[in-house]
């Protein structure tokens, strides 16, 4: 098993792709933390890895990934409890609702400012911090940039505003973790089942005014790859990847 041995920390891992990666996560051996805002739904993805099985213990450490005290207290409990950090999925995010530019509220363009852009900071500074100083030196970091990390979908200013700037945060983090053996990468992920995705078969606003149900794929096409990247030596680094459905309308977005 190729996290035997291993500590990782899956951000948002209450449901969705976070709890599928987690799941995938700790039957390849790591004992993951799990966080999110909402210990109930961390104690069942918990439960549902032991129930498939899964080798990896889990840890569940309720935290909102937005709020700075909260990740100080949550990366000195991996600190205290595990000694060492060796990978990091950045993943809780938010959306905002689907409005006009002109009409979006600010708080709601605030807090998906928050949780994604903001949160994978925090996250990405406070693995920094452990990373650096343990022995062996260094770590993985993957951040979830999403596909409108890409290509915006009608009326999503705040999402694709901050999904962009996770693809800065990436490259600045994959150049300045050199120093400390800190790979850095980031996954593009379109149209992953999910309940975040159930409205899509039905049919989502597309580019040109219109509706049009969209394909989705398994989650765990997204969970295999977070793994393929976790797996990754040292020496080697998936910056960017994009899992995407095969016939979701990314390329022709416009």
Known sequence: ????????????????????????????????????R???ALEETAKVAKDAGASGEA??????????????ALFSAIKAKH?????????????????LLEDLQFADWQNVVNVNLTGVFL??????????EQSPQGGRIINNGSISAQAPRPNSIAYAATKHAVTGVTKAAS????????????????????NMTAAMLKGVPQ??????????MDVQNVANAV????????????LTMTVMATTMPLVGRG
């Open 123 to 132: 996250c990405t500074q406070a693995a920094f911090r452990i990373m650096k």
């Open 83 to 99: 000694g060492r950090l060796d990978v990091v999925f950045n993943n809780a995010g938010v959306n905002a609702p689907g409005v």
């Open 59 to 72: 840890f569940v450490q309720p935290a909102d990934v937005a709020n700075p005290a909260e990740v100080d």
């Open 207 to 216: 580019a040109n005014g219109t509706l049009a149900p969209e394909p989705v």
């Open 227 to 238: 793994v393929y990247m976790a797996s990754l030596p040292p020496e080697a680094n998936v």
């Open 1 to 36: 098993m190729t996290g035997k041995g291993k500590i990782a920390l899956v951000t948002g891992a209450g449901s969705g792709i976070g709890r599928s990666v987690a799941i995938a996560m700790m039957k390849e051996g790591y004992a993951t933390v799990l966080t999110g």
């Open 175 to 194: 150049l300045d973790g050199r120093k400390y053996n800190i790979a850095v990468g980031q996954i593009d992920i379109g149209n992953a089942a999910s």
């Open 38 to 40: 909402r210990k109930d």
